[in-house]
């Protein structure tokens, strides 16, 4: 009776034993089988998302990509009603001019200076007008579709085509542009090597026009916001007059309906012409600069990260610098003396400097073909 009392404890004892030496091996096989399936998917994340290339530049850009793809959508859609905002502002202060400030102009100023304001206001307008138009209606220059033997020094990652020197891909065109600078809204159209000209100087020209309309109408708006004063102040005078006092015992308005919209009419041109040319002054003084660099506004940002990407002791070099006058005199299209009036201070379509694919130094220098950094 011991005997099988013994050899039944002695059983349960192995039993246990190799009970709890299973759960042991089951509980390491479940922690393996969890760790292979971690480092499974880690390999699967860092196929899907990782690159070499990867830095905190592209996890910057890859955050803000929806408001990106918004700002995209909305410049695009919005866009004709920029120009017809341009237009319809642009119209409005030449109304003011025309029948507010021009007939007192011939009534009170001597001939020399009815003679300098008519001949410049129109010169002016007229130079506004057309470069506004061929910088909204010129096409910016695109690279060819087709395969051809143009030097191209990267493949764009959208189109999928070969890029030119200086091309950049605009994501509100949705292609290509030849020596892009920026996609302007208020033209609702690029800004590249065939209307640059055209674009800069229409800012030039409507700066030059808002300061002269703000420097010529000061006065006038001094006296304007002075009358609007006295206008305030005669209505809250007027709302005191006691119920008792009868109409004639009020006294008459002091400015008529149409002296009121003539003060008002100037204020609204002095405001907003002191706003543009402040606004717009400050952006046509930046491009001044890079012209007189020979960048535009995407290269001003690739070069100065190259300055900074390159080893000390090693000068960086922009090969589209020919120097500041040569640079101007190539984007202006300036081959002569004559071309400094003919050119630039009248209306010219002629076409710019080169074809926009591949790029020489300037005509007055050693031809030689230039490719991007």
């Given amino acids: 009776m011991q005997g099988r009392t013994r050899l039944f404890a002695c059983a349960m004892r192995l039993f246990l034993r190799c009970f709890r030496l299973g759960r042991r091996h089951g509980r390491s096989k479940l922690l393996k089988r969890a760790g ?26 890859s955050l803000f990509e929806p408001i990106y793809w918004l700002v995209d959508h909305v410049t695009r859609w919005f866009g004709v009603a920029f120009v017809c905002l341009v237009i319809v502002l642009t119209s409005s202060i030449v109304l003011i001019v025309y029948i507010c400030l021009l007939p007192l102009i011939l009534d009170t100023y001597s001939p ?3 003679i300098w304001h008519v001949c410049y206001g129109h010169w002016n307008l007229l130079m506004i007008v057309f470069h506004y138009y061929k910088a909204a209606r010129t096409s910016p220059g695109y690279p060819p579709q087709m395969k051809t033997d143009t030097p191209s020094v990267s493949i764009c990652k959208k189109c999928i085509a070969p890029k030119p020197p200086r091309t ?16 302007c809204p208020w033209l609702n159209n690029c800004v590249g090597h065939f209307n ?4 800069f100087s229409f800012c030039l020209f409507m700066t030059m026009g808002c300061l002269y309309c703000s420097i010529s109408s000061r006065d006038m708006f001094i006296d304007a916001y002075n009358a609007v004063e006295q206008m305030k102040s005669a209505d809250r005078l007027r709302l005191r007059v006691t119920v008792s006092e009868t109409y004639y015992q009020t006294p008459p308005p002091p400015f008529t309906f149409k002296e009121r919209v003539f003060h008002k009419c100037i204020i ?3 405001v907003l012409c002191s706003s543009v040319a402040l606004a717009l002054g400050g952006l046509t003084l930046w491009h001044a600069i890079l012209i007189s660099r020979g960048e535009t506004s995407i290269e001003r940002h690739i070069n ?3 300055k900074h990407r390159l080893q000390k002791g090693k000068v ?18 300036v081959e002569t003396k004559s071309h400094w009036l003919t050119r630039v201070l009248l ?10 694919l591949t790029w020489t130094h300037s005509p007055t220098a050693t031809r030689r073909t230039l490719l991007a950094v």
């Fill in 316 to 333: 960086f070099q922009n090969i589209f610098h020919y120097g500041r006058m040569n640079n101007w005199k190539v984007f202006f299209g």
């Fill in 268 to 270: 609204y041109l002095w």
């Fill in 168 to 183: 950049h891909h605009c994501s509100i065109c949705n292609r290509c542009i030849l020596k892009m600078d920026h996609h």
């Fill in 36 to 61: 292979e399936l971690w480092s499974y998917g880690k390999l699967c994340a860092k196929s899907l998302f990782y690159n070499s290339l990867t830095n905190s530049d592209v996890i910057i850009d």
């Fill in 304 to 306: 100065h990260k190259e």
């Fill in 112 to 114: 020399a200076w009815i």
């Fill in 347 to 356: 209306p010219s379509a002629h076409p710019p400097y080169g074809d926009g």
């Fill in 196 to 199: 640059h000209r055209y674009f």
